[in-house]
């Protein structure tokens, strides 16, 4: 992020000629507090982008108190300044309800369903596991989920065991795929 | 590939399979459809029997599988049939005993 001059951020800084003190001494200050604030409402907030309404705001409340007190040297408007800079991270992360936003949804990666009941007809929907599968790799499904061994199942479809466990194969592969992720989420 | 010792439901077959996603299952995948139907039992009862083919048509598949056609057992209707797969296995496990 391009650094803003104190300026741009001392704009709404009014004094009577008697304090101009004030103003001279924040500029100071904005310089050596900037780093510091960026990386705060970065770490905080998760990103900067609010960064210059923080620095303008605690710069508010810093010259609302240095008008009130007895003039003060760079360093410690720098220290001041910090102060008030990390308490307005802090009340706007509170007003945002705790909540860290990093990134945008976009970034996220796909993530398993989490509604339990769409879970089971995802996971384990037999119906959509096979569709498209042939006629004879569904019925022999059927016939191995009604507990025909395969050597029977193989006589019933008038072929060899080998070759309809092969047709099955794949089809059995994805639904160890499904069952096993939905044991992962159980 | 991660080879796994697996057990079947008989205790005196011990077997090995290479399959990395069921690290226990026997070699003819009983355990496999045991668990599919303990899901089906589980997560779709179908008291009013919606589309459920007569109780014929299940009784025909166990006797005689080869003259069953999948439109007769309205296609895989009980792959999401409690009921059904309750028939076919009290149905299955007479044909055993007889």
New interface residues.
Partial sequence: MRLPTPADLCWNVKCSPDQEWIERTLRIAVENVWPQALEAAHSRNGHGSHVVEIVESAIEHAVCRLKTGDPLGPEQVTQLLQRLVLQEVRRRRRANGRMVFVGSSDELPPTPVRNPQIQIDCALDLKIILQGEPPDVRLALLLRYSRFRWSEIAAALGTTEAAVRLRCKRAIERIREKQEGEQHES | MIVALSRSSRKDAVTLTE?P??PFDNE??SL??E???E??LA?YPNPERKGCPDPAVLKS??DN??DVT?VE?N??H???CAEC?RL??EL?EKKKQS
């Fill in positions: 399959h996603f069921i003819d995948d496999l459809f668990k599919l139907q899901h089906v997560h598949l166990i599988p080869g999948l057992l296609d895989l009980i792959f999401k797969t076919l296995m299955r």
